[in-house]
C-alpha cells in the first residue's frame, strides 16, 4: 500500500477554524497527505480580559513534535503563527535537528484585520535563525514590508524587487503574495536567478481569512507529493483561488475561505504565469 505522505504544520491554532492549524488541516485533507501539527499559540478573543493571544509551553510545543516525529515521521513541514523569539530559535533548532528536507515558512506577523501576531523583538530571529533554513518563504505585502525595514510596497515591479531582497537571508525561494495590490492578484516567485509572476483574477469578496495559511499549506502538501516548487505555487495558487471565490460567512464577520471547494464544485482556476531572469 503507498501510504500518503506525512506533513506537519507549526502554528496557532485559530478557535474560529478559519486559519492557523485549522486552515492547514483541511487544505491537508483536500491533498490527501497525512495532515500532523503542534500548536504553538491559541488564537482566541477572551470577552473579559481582552486578550487575544494564548501562547503555549516551550514543553508543550517540543512534546507534540517529538510525538510526531516518533510516531508517524515528517515529509515536509511549514511553520505558521510562532508570536515569540523563544518559539522561533525552539522551532529553528528542531528543523536543524530534523532530517526534512522540504521546510516552508509563512512568516506570520499580520493578521487578516491588520492584527498583531509576532512580538516585535522575535522579527530579527525570524530573520535570522528560521528564514535561511527554509525551501521556501510565502510572506504577504505587509509582512515583507516589514521584514525589509518598512519598505513601500505598492507594484509589482517592487514586489520583484522585494523578493530579490528577502532572498539574501537565506531562503531557497521567496514567494511574495500581491494579494492587497490593485488590480489582478499577482504573486513573485524568486529562486536567486529567475523571477516568475502567478496571476490570478482578484476575487470581489471580503470573506478571505485563512488564504495566506491555506496557501502556504498547500504549497507544502504540493511539495510533500514531489512537485518542483514552481509547480507547487502555480498548482497552490489556483487551489487558494478557487478556495476564495466560494469563501462565504456565518455571520457578519469576515468569513473562511472554502478549502473543499475545488473537490466540491469541480473548479479549478487558471493562473497566467511568467517568468523572467533577473
Given amino acids: ?26 487544505t491537508f485533507q ?134 530579490v531582497d528577502l532572498h539574501q537571508y537565506g531562503p531557497k525561494y521567496v514567494l511574495v503574495k500581491g494579494g492587497r495590490l490593485k488590480g489582478p492578484a499577482v504573486d513573485v516567485l524568486y529562486d536567486g536567478e529567475t523571477l516568475i509572476t502567478y496571476e490570478a483574477p482578484r476575487i470581489d469578496t471580503v470573506n478571505t481569512s485563512g488564504a495566506g495559511c491555506t496557501y502556504s499549506a498547500a504549497i507544502t502538501a504540493e511539495m510533500a507529493k514531489g512537485k518542483s516548487v514552481s509547480d507547487a505555487v502555480h498548482a497552490a495558487k489556483s487551489f487558494v483561488t478557487t478556495a476564495i471565490a466560494n469563501g462565504f460567512s456565518y455571520t457578519e464577520m469576515v468569513g473562511p475561505t472554502y478549502h473543499a471547494a475545488a473537490r466540491k464544485f469541480g473548479e479549478a482556476h487558471q493562473i497566467k504565469v511568467k517568468g523572467e531572469e533577473e
Fill in 30 to 163: 483536500e491533498y490527501d497527505v497525512y495532515g500532523m501539527s503542534a500548536i504553538t499559540a491559541i488564537v482566541a478573543y477572551h470577552p473579559k480580559t481582552g486578550k487575544n493571544v494564548h501562547p503555549q509551553s516551550i514543553e508543550a510545543i517540543e512534546a507534540q513534535f517529538s510525538t510526531a516525529v516518533k510516531q508517524v515521521g515528517v515529509d515536509a513541514l511549514k511553520t505558521g503563527m510562532l508570536f515569540s523569539t523563544e518559539v522561533i530559535e525552539l522551532v529553528a533548532a528542531i528543523i536543524s535537528d530534523s532530517n526534512v528536507d522540504t521546510v516552508v515558512v509563512d512568516p506570520v506577523m499580520v493578521g487578516k484585520l491588520d492584527s498583531k501576531l509576532l512580538e516585535d523583538d522575535a522579527i530579527e530571529a525570524l530573520k535570522d535563525k528560521l528564514i535561511p533554513l527554509a525551501s521556501i518563504i510565502t510572506p504577504n505585502i505587509p509582512e515583507a514590508s516589514i521584514l525589509l525595514g518598512g519598505r513601500t510596497l505598492d507594484t509589482v515591479e517592487q514586489l520583484k524587487q522585494a523578493a
Fill in 1 to 26: 500500500m503507498n501510504y500518503p505522505s506525512r506533513v506537519m504544520t507549526i502554528a496557532g491554532s485559530a478557535a474560529g477554524g478559519s486559519a492557523g492549524i485549522q486552515a492547514d488541516l483541511k
